[in-house]
């Protein structure tokens, strides 16, 4: 499974959850379809209802650094009655570990050792 497997389910799972609790639920939206304070990034899920409005950004852990993300979070928590939450995602494999592989034998572990 790549990342971006991994991102695209995630956001199926959150939004499922979201439309379980009753929120309005839109993914990738278009910018015709978001606040103006959202039109200058691309969130990943916007997630409206009465009680309240949250923009979910997914990321890798290798995408933390992103300085985007930081400014999406300090849009969004300008706006009264609106939240940001940031979901990481892992690789399944570190990416120096090949996620197919033979693994050593027990006595060449020890060896190693």
Do not use: C
């Amino acid at each position: 499974m790549t990342q971006s497997d991994l991102e695209k389910s995630k956001l199926e799972q959150i939004a499922s959850e979201y439309r379980r609790k009753g929120y309005d639920v839109a993914t990738r939206p278009r910018e015709d379809h978001i606040p103006p304070f959202l039109r200058p990034f691309q969130p990943d899920l916007v997630a409206t209802s009465d009680r309240d409005n949250v923009v979910v950004e997914i990321k890798s852990s290798l995408d933390l650094a992103s300085e985007s993300i930081m400014k999406l979070a300090e849009a969004v928590e300008a706006q009264s009655g609106w939240r940001f939450e940031l979901v990481v995602v892992n690789p399944l494999v570190a990416h120096e570990v090949p996620a197919r592989g033979a693994l050593a034998a027990d006595d060449r572990v020890e060896s190693i050792l």
